[in-house]
């Protein structure tokens, strides 16, 4: 089946900082999607990819879809506090939108 | 505001007792689903619906029922056959199922007494 490694697991910055995290899959994805959860809540969706070279912005926070279309990148800018939670890639690729989800990043943001 | 409302918060189920989730959505989306997460790790499908009156088997539908006899409803009911339920389930729907979950709803904690 489907494999996607995400990392770094778990990112300790300073507030202000810049962040970069990213996923890789075993296959040729058609999407991608970027989540947040916070503690006892559901994750809360970002971003969505759907094309190849895609890059997108949601305020502070901008992904990309690879060209290779096996990876993509979350890169959050100046990060604050409530930046702190654990962010989940997921893709899915071929006609059955089948989705695969990494096991997330740990961001912690240091006043 | 639209939205998903899962209950109950948290629930402790007993040996060879059946217990169901709640799932509500007011988002008129067609396309539901139910996760499973346990710690440390992605969240894993168990079913998914893509419309009223029909569902799929996810990755890990074993020992889970679902029904969806109104679009706004997405019960999951987890059955003695299931040995280890204790985990944190999500709820979550799109407008349809080629764009993936677009809202998840807060979630339902299981333990086991």
């Known amino acids: 089946g489907q494999q996607l490694n995400q990392s770094p697991q778990s990112m300790f910055i300073q507030e202000g900082e810049d962040v970069s995290m990213n996923c890789t899959s075993s296959s040729i994805f058609n999407t991608w999607l970027w989540y947040k959860q916070e503690p006892g809540e559901g994750p809360v969706l970002l971003i969505a990819?759907?094309?190849?070279?895609e890059l997108t912005s949601n305020g502070r926070l901008t992904a990309q879809f690879g060209i290779t279309r096996k990876d993509s990148f979350l890169n959050i800018s100046a990060s604050i506090p409530s930046d702190v939670g654990i962010y989940f890639c997921?893709?899915?690729?071929?006609?059955?939108?089948?989705?695969?989800f990494g096991k997330g990043t740990l961001l912690t943001v240091n006043p | 505001d639209g939205g998903i409302t899962q209950s109950p918060k948290y629930l402790f189920r007993k040996e060879g007792q059946n217990v169901t989730l709640s799932c509500e959505q007011n988002?008129?989306?067609?396309?539901m689903y139910w996760y499973r997460q346990d710690p440390g790790q992605g969240l894993r499908l168990i079913y998914y619906?893509?419309?009223?009156?029909?569902?799929q088997k996810g990755d890990i539908a074993e020992g889970y029922s679902v029904s969806r006899e109104k679009k706004e409803s997405f019960p999951l009911t987890v059955t003695s056959a299931q040995k280890n339920p204790t985990a944190f389930y999500l709820c979550?729907?799109?407008?349809?199922?080629?764009?993936?979950?677009?809202?998840f709803g807060d979630g339902t904690r299981l333990s086991i007494l």
């Open positions: 988002l008129n989306h067609d396309a």
């Open positions: 990819l759907y094309k190849a070279g």
């Open positions: 619906s893509q419309i009223v009156n029909d569902f």
């Open positions: 997921a893709g899915s690729g071929g006609s059955n939108y089948k989705l695969t």
């Open positions: 979550a729907s799109s407008i349809d199922r080629s764009r993936g979950p677009q809202h």
